[in-house]
């Protein structure tokens, strides 16, 4: 949904490019009440990270494998402009 949407493209914009996400803390939503932005943060700062019950708690109806292909093609997009545009104003 939107305001997922707009937290993870905002949780992009305010990384620089390198650090990891943390483990713990508010950078995170949780899997219960956000699976949605969980999976895309995680997708966009920490893919290794994702796991089955990150998944399963965002795969109900109507959402597919298709619809799950996008959600984490969105975060690792994000990861990508973002990434590439620090590499460009330190170049």
Avoid at 3 to 27: H, M, Q
Avoid at 29 to 50: K, Q
Avoid at 73 to 84: D, I, K, P, Q, Y
């Amino acid at each position: 949904d939107e305001p997922d949407a707009t937290f993870v493209r905002e949780s992009v914009a305010a990384w620089d490019g390198f650090t990891p996400l943390p483990l713990t803390g508010d950078g995170l939503p949780d899997r219960a009440e956000r699976p949605g932005a969980r999976l895309a943060l995680l997708a966009a700062r920490a893919p290794y990270r994702i796991t089955a019950e990150d998944v399963k708690a965002w795969r109900v109806e109507p959402f597919t494998d298709h619809c799950l292909v996008h959600l984490v093609a969105f975060g690792a997009m994000l990861a990508v402009e973002r990434v590439e545009a620090g590499l460009t104003a330190q170049g």
